[in-house]
Every structure is written in C-alpha cells, then in structure tokens.
C-alpha cells in the first residue's frame, strides 16, 4: 500500500474514478462527499494526501482547503491538498493555491493526470520530511 487518500468529493461518479483511479494505483482511498464529511474524515482518518473537489455544497472546496491548512482537522503540520476544478479559468486555480492547495488540475482529469499528480505532490512531501 502506497499511502492512504482523502477523496471530497459530492458528485458519484467522479468520486468513483477518483477512487478507482488511485486505488488501482495502489493507494488507500477514504471518499467523503461533502465538506463535513471530509473535515471529519482528514482528523480521523490521518490521509497522507486530499483531492479535493473546488466546486462542494456548502461550503466550498477552496474553503476547506483553507480550513484543512490552517485548523486541527489537519492531523499533520503540512497535508498536501489535490484540488480538482470543473472551472477552467487561471483566476479559479490562482485561489486554489493562494488558500492552500499544493496543486490543482482541471475536471475532467485523465487517471494519468491524477495519478501523476498524486505521486508527484507525495515525493515532494517525503522529501520535505527527509
């Protein structure tokens, strides 16, 4: 097992790609389907990484981004956050970065894509630590 993920994401069939994508991969994966559930899941549940859906109920994903960066439900000093957006725009991945994300990929991402960017955001965790 390569490491356990948080999945946030609301809508099903996406949360099951992301799920499948990253579990094929060999990953863990924790899916939780709205910002409750996924503040809940990151202190429980002690993810190495979050893909993180920009566009939740509620409370968006670029305020749970913020939140998991800046409060207790972030069980470690420093969760790497994957931020998915169906929003194209520059400016909309620009906030995802300034409250906290570490990378941000368009929705609809390829498994390849995610992956990708999962393994490389964990690399760069591991070589933090070291």
Do not use: W
């Amino acid at each position: 097992m390569q490491g356990k993920i948080l999945a946030a994401e609301d809508d099903a069939a996406a949360r099951r790609l992301v799920s499948h994508t990253l579990g094929s991969a060999g990953y863990r994966v924790v899916s939780a389907v709205n910002r409750l559930e996924g503040l809940r899941k990151a202190q429980q549940e002690a993810p190495d990484l979050v893909v993180l859906d920009a566009m939740l109920p509620g409370i968006d994903g670029f305020e749970v981004c913020h939140r998991l960066g800046s409060s207790s439900a972030a069980p470690r000093a420093r969760l790497p956050i994957l931020m998915l957006t169906a929003r194209s725009q520059e400016a909309d991945r620009a906030v995802g970065e300034k409250v906290g994300a570490d990378s941000c990929l368009p929705k609809p991402a390829t498994p390849g894509e995610t992956t990708a960017a999962v393994r490389s955001l964990l690399a760069s965790r591991k070589e933090g630590d070291a």
